[in-house]
Nanobody, 117 residues
Framework: QVQLVESGGGLVQPGGSLRLSCATS????????MNWYRQAPGNRRELIAA???????NYANSVKGRFTISIDNAKNMVYLQMNNLKPEDTAVYYC???????????WGQGTQVTVSS
């Protein structure tokens, strides 16, 4: 199993930036893809960014051009750089993974992002 701990959320004004972090531990060598999801109140959890173990990335249209997912393999960390934030980006953000037999894995506690003036 892989353990996930998200951090870096907070309150930011529209147009601002935040960098979310996801610390991974456990059986990380089984991971094929790392993903960032978000869930706004009353909405389903949605997949917004993904990065494969080879570095290929993919984004939801709602965040493309504003968010960047990256991995630091030496630190076992996954990041989500979020720029030009909008009020509709307000949500709890979660990281998760896909391995050979689990997708997604157990959820962490998430980190709250609030975009408001």
């Amino acid at each position: 199993q892989v353990q996930l701990v998200e951090s870096g959320g907070g309150l930011v004004q529209p147009g601002g930036s935040l960098r979310l972090s996801c610390a991974t531990s456990g059986n990380i060598f089984s991971i094929l893809v790392m993903n960032w999801y978000r869930q706004a109140p009353g909405n389903r959890r949605e997949l917004i960014a993904a990065i494969t173990s080879e570095g290929s990335v993919n984004y939801a249209n709602s965040v493309k051009g504003r968010f960047t997912i990256s991995i630091d393999n030496a630190k076992n960390m996954v990041y989500l750089q979020m720029n030009n934030l909008k009020p509709e980006d307000t949500a709890v953000y979660y990281c998760n993974y896909c391995s050979g037999d689990v997708c997604p894995g157990a959820w962490g506690q998430g980190t709250q992002v609030t975009v408001s003036s």
